[in-house]
């Protein structure tokens, strides 16, 4: 199983969450094989460093830029999935292409959202090579949902493909 830190559309009760939720009664049988679509969901998490989380582009995307020291500590969600549904995972998010899957250090909350003391390292969904109108135009967020409001995303079926990346990659 795979450690995943998510902190946008794939987080619970937002339009990608399906991917998760659908795996997470697989990940709860006690006799699912590693070659299913499987998750546990682990809890709540923090990233132990700054980064940018902006929402950008016209489909009102969420993005970890791959910048630490920059932005605030981002809350999301932690996961462990198998193989299968990694491969889901890195399809959605388009890795390597767009996102780039990378292991990030992030420290699980305690139930009341407070600081653990648990710190580990899970893989998380970065981009990469921006274009720095992201970091001038976008404020930084600790959560999605304080971005998301107001804004429609737009699922990546409802996108031309590689829209997205002309709208938010550097050359």
């Not at 997470?24 to 679509?37: C, I, P, R, V």
């Not at 970890?64 to 969600?77: A, C, F, I, M, S």
């Not at 388009?94 to 139930?111: A, T």
Request: proline share 5%.
């Amino acid at each position: 199983m795979f450690s995943v830190f998510v902190y946008g559309t794939l987080q619970t009760g937002h339009p990608n969450h399906y991917l998760l939720g659908n795996a997470l009664a697989k990940g709860n049988e006690s006799d699912f094989s590693h070659d299913d679509e499987a998750a546990e969901f682990k809890g709540c998490a923090v990233t132990v460093d700054k980064r940018p989380l902006v929402i950008g582009s016209s489909f009102n995307v969420p993005f970890l830029l791959d910048r630490t020291g920059q932005g605030k500590q981002v809350y999301g969600e932690l996961y462990e999935v198998t193989w299968p549904l990694m491969k889901k995972l890195d399809e959605l998010e388009d890795h390597p292409n767009l996102y780039v899957r990378s292991e990030i250090p992030i420290q699980l909350l305690k139930e009341d959202n407070s600081s653990g003391d648990v710190t580990t390292l899970a893989w998380c969904y970065l981009l990469p090579n921006f274009k720095e109108s992201l970091l001038e135009a976008s404020p930084f967020y600790s959560r999605y949902s304080e971005g998301a409001v107001n804004k429609q995303y737009v699922a990546k079926v409802d996108r031309a493909p590689s829209s997205l990346k002309d709208e938010v990659k550097k050359c």
